[in-house]
T-cell receptor, first 111, second 112 residues
Framework: GESVGLHLPTLSVQEGDNSIINCAYS??????FIWYKQESGKGPQFIID?????DKRQGQRVTVLLNKTVKHLSLQIAATQPGDSAVYFC??????????FGRGTSLIVHP | DSGVTQTPKHLITATGQRVTLRCSPR?????VYWYQQSLDQGLQFLIQ???????AKGNILERFSAQQFPDLHSELNLSSLELGDSALYFC???????????FGSGTRLTVV
């Protein structure tokens, strides 16, 4: 498959464990945050989003936490599966409505 | 299938050449965004169109240009290609600029 980054932070977990991927954002004016998953050879895929008036949002097996005080975003994946192996990007949006993407974290799930 | 279609999937061309990348957005989406993804730069926003008009510009080189046609498909034109232009080029679309968007599967451009 294609590599999207040679020097990305990497998180290695065992199948069944919970995973936490962190992201620090830069713009205190950002009011909308998105997590994307990118598998090898594919485009980024929307996972979950959160607006700045919330500090937690849950989806299916995923939870996003937002701490505006320290400008930190995290993605929690419950019961991680091999199919979760991918690069995960956070994106922030402010008034320009153009998301700014972080560099991504590579999640490796070992069976 | 995300609903955003990009062609071609792969493109190999020589330095100095010109190529056109094509994107068809999801049905109903008026906004099209172009991104460049290289190994050392991550996802870099290039340009956005909304209903045929340029809406926002990012780090797009003067050698690059884009347009969105009346049927809402978009083309990204890359000219005077250099080795450093080798990258994945993604198109994304959205119905509302305030929401997240849907990416296509990208065009892998290799300049040799």
């Amino acid at each position: 498959g294609e590599s999207v980054g040679l020097h990305l932070p990497t998180l290695s977990v065992q199948e069944g464990d919970n995973s936490i991927i962190n992201c620090a954002y830069s713009n205190s004016a950002s009011d909308y945050f998105i997590w994307y998953k990118q598998e090898s050879g594919k485009g980024p895929q929307f996972i979950i989003d959160i607006r700045s008036n919330m500090d937690k949002r849950q989806g299916q097996r995923v939870t996003v936490l937002l701490n505006k005080t320290v400008k930190h975003l995290s993605l929690q994946i419950a019961a991680t599966q091999p199919g979760d192996s991918a690069v995960y990007f956070c994106a922030e949006k402010g008034g320009s409505y153009i998301p700014t993407f972080g560099r991504g974290t590579s999640l490796i799930v070992h069976p | 299938d995300s609903g955003v279609t990009q062609t071609p999937k792969h493109l190999i061309t020589a330095t100095g050449q010109r190529v056109t990348l094509r994107c068809s957005p999801r049905s109903g989406d008026l906004s099209v965004y172009w991104y460049q993804q290289s190994l050392d730069q991550g996802l870099q926003f290039l340009i956005q169109y909304y209903n045929g008009e340029e809406r926002a510009k990012g780090n797009i080189l003067e050698r690059f240009s884009a347009q969105q046609f009346p049927d809402l498909h978009s083309e990204l034109n890359l000219s005077s290609l250099e080795l450093g232009d080798s990258a994945l080029y993604f198109c994304a679309s959205s119905v509302d600029p305030q929401e997240g968007y849907t990416f296509g599967s990208g065009t892998r451009l290799t300049v040799v």
